[in-house]
């Protein structure tokens, strides 16, 4: 009954995201990150192995080209264990790859977004997960990059251009064009111009500078923002809300109020030699 309750709820706020053409406005719903100051500055922990190393750090670059988002990594913490949870950080975003195993998913990008007094859409925690079950054989750095940025392109907000294999020359379409690899113009016009080209009353990430009052790094009021419950355990994927050939879209209840979205890139032959 309650999961009926929550699939009611969610696909109103999610269908736009369903489209497998290509799209000009490509936002994910209107999921977002609150900030009352510019550029919004989110920090990252590096939960990936030298194998990952430098495609995260490439997307990083690609995406903090953006004139109102910037990414900062503050801390690594590569151990299995820790990879294997990917567990996420309050108002900042984690990014881990490990071999999960035959999940038949090659990626994840999870945000966790706030519930009540029209916030429902703010992002307060967002993490990325690379299953090395079906990546680890890849020699092509180029796929590597394009699903590395696409991962992370999820969590400011932003959804796929396409998923039929046509190539937008952009790593938030689902080709195998070798321009695909990177954010393109409109991508960053997406975020620039339209989804961060407002203030809000408070920021719903920590970006590690400690208010010289409060001595908080975080400015939301009480039970808002990166002030929201923490998820303390491993996140579950809940509800199958959609699913196609390319990707699906799972949510499930936060504790204390709001959800987690998880948008969840599934394998496809040519993904694993096995």
Known sequence: MKYSILRGFIVIGVMAAFSTVAKADHRWSIYHWATDQKPIILQVVDSVTPDWQAEMDESIAAWNLSTELSMVVTSANDRSRIRKRCKMQSGQVRICNASYGGTGWLGIATIGITSGDGTE??????????NDFYSSYWTDQSKKNHVMCQEIGHIHG??????????????????????????????????DDIIYNHLDSFNSYDDGISDPVADEPCNAPPGKGCNKNTNAGPTPMGVLVHSDRAYQLWVARRPGGGLWIH????????????
């Open 121 to 130: 859409r703010v992002i307060v925690e967002g993490s990325v997960k690379i």
């Open 158 to 191: 932003i959804d796929h251009t396409s998923t039929d294999g046509t190539s937008q020359c952009t790593c938030m379409d689902y080709s195998c064009d070798q321009n695909s690899q990177w954010p393109n113009a409109h991508d960053y016009e997406l975020l």
């Open 263 to 274: 948008h969840v890139r599934l394998a496809v032959k040519g993904d694993h030699g096995h």
